[in-house]
C-alpha cells in the first residue's frame, strides 16, 4: 500500500489537477487542507525535506518528496512513478 499525501488548497487550479492525476490512476491519498496554515506548511516541509516550499501543492509518496504538479506529472510520463509507488 502507498502513502500518499498531498498538501493543498482550495482554490489552487494545480491542486486540483494533481488529485485528478492520482484518482485516474486509482492512487489513494491522505489531502491536507492548508488554507489555514499555509505557512506553518512550507516551514516544516522545506525542514523536513530541506527544500525551499512555497506553494501548493506538495506531494510526498512513499516519504519521497515529490513536489508539485509539474514534477508529479513528469514523473508520470517518465515512467520514473511507478519505481517510488509500491
Do not use: R, W
Amino acid at each position: 500500500m502507498n502513502n500518499i499525501e498531498i498538501y493543498t488548497s482550495t482554490s489552487c487550479p494545480f491542486c486540483i489537477k494533481a488529485k485528478k492525476l492520482l484518482q485516474t490512476l486509482k492512487l489513494e491519498y491522505l489531502e491536507h487542507n492548508v488554507d489555514d496554515d499555509f505557512e506553518k506548511m512550507c516551514e516544516e516541509l522545506s525542514s523536513k525535506y530541506n527544500k525551499t516550499v512555497q506553494t501548493v501543492p506538495q506531494i510526498i509518496i512513499n516519504g519521497n518528496y515529490v513536489g508539485g504538479y509539474t514534477d508529479l506529472e513528469a514523473l508520470y510520463k517518465s515512467g520514473k512513478l511507478k519505481e517510488i509507488l509500491n
